[in-house]
């Protein structure tokens, strides 16, 4: 099995969007220091969220700019039942990223994908790699594209 950055590499290729992934050298886990890190501002990352539906079991990735907050009424609505917050390690082992390193590309399964409409106000954004400290840069609408995500107000 390829390793989580060679899975976002090989996605993005796959979906023909160019991407230079940076190893940072510091952790990129939270939207601050990532912000610190690519010289952003923080509204410029994209969080990637992952929720579990409480009567499917199924997971979902939200795709969130840095600031906000997902307001999970809204994408209960969007997926069509009660969202919960899922559990680290069924994320792992399900989509093969870790919390802090989860990318909007490169998941082990089909995940159904939701992207904060709020991110398309901007030329660039950040995105995790599939590390701790590795992230890429991409245009919002190149990255929804790649990542099959749907663009919707998703912010609390």
Same mark, same amino acid.
């Given at each position: 099995?390829?390793?989580?950055?060679?899975?976002?590499?090989?996605? @993005? +290729?796959?979906?023909?969007? %160019?991407?230079?992934? $940076?190893?940072?050298?510091?952790?990129? /886990?939270?939207?601050?220091?990532? &912000?610190?890190?690519?010289?952003?501002?923080t509204a410029q990352i994209v969080k990637s969220l992952v929720f579990q539906?409480?009567?499917?079991?199924?997971?979902?990735?939200?795709?969130?700019?840095?600031?906000?907050?997902?307001?999970?009424?809204? @994408? +209960?609505?969007?997926?069509? %039942?009660?969202?919960? $917050?899922?559990?680290?390690?069924?994320? /792992?082992?399900?989509?093969?990223? &870790?919390?802090?390193?989860?990318?909007?590309?490169?998941?082990?399964?089909?995940?159904?994908?939701?992207?904060?409409?709020?991110?398309?106000?901007?030329?660039?954004?950040?995105?995790?790699?599939?590390?701790?400290?590795?992230?890429?840069? @991409?245009?919002?609408?190149?990255?929804?594209?790649?990542? $099959?995500?749907?663009?919707?107000?998703?912010?609390?």
């Amino acid at each position: 099995m390829a390793g989580s950055i060679d899975r976002v590499t090989e996605a @993005a +290729a796959a979906a023909g969007l %160019e991407i230079e992934i $940076r190893r940072m050298g510091a952790s990129t /886990r939270t939207a601050e220091e990532a &912000a610190e890190q690519c010289g952003c501002s923080t509204a410029q990352i994209v969080k990637s969220l992952v929720f579990q539906g409480e009567s499917s079991g199924k997971l979902y990735l939200f795709l969130v700019s840095g600031p906000n907050q997902l307001d999970l009424a809204k @994408a +209960a609505e969007l997926v069509s %039942e009660t969202l919960k $917050r899922a559990d680290p390690r069924h994320v /792992r082992e399900q989509t093969g990223f &870790a919390i802090g390193g989860v990318s909007p590309l490169g998941h082990l399964i089909d995940i159904p994908a939701f992207a904060d409409q709020t991110l398309l106000s901007f030329d660039r954004v950040w995105a995790a790699a599939g590390a701790h400290d590795a992230v890429f840069a @991409a245009e919002p609408t190149a990255l929804f594209a790649a990542a $099959r995500a749907t663009a919707a107000d998703l912010s609390a």
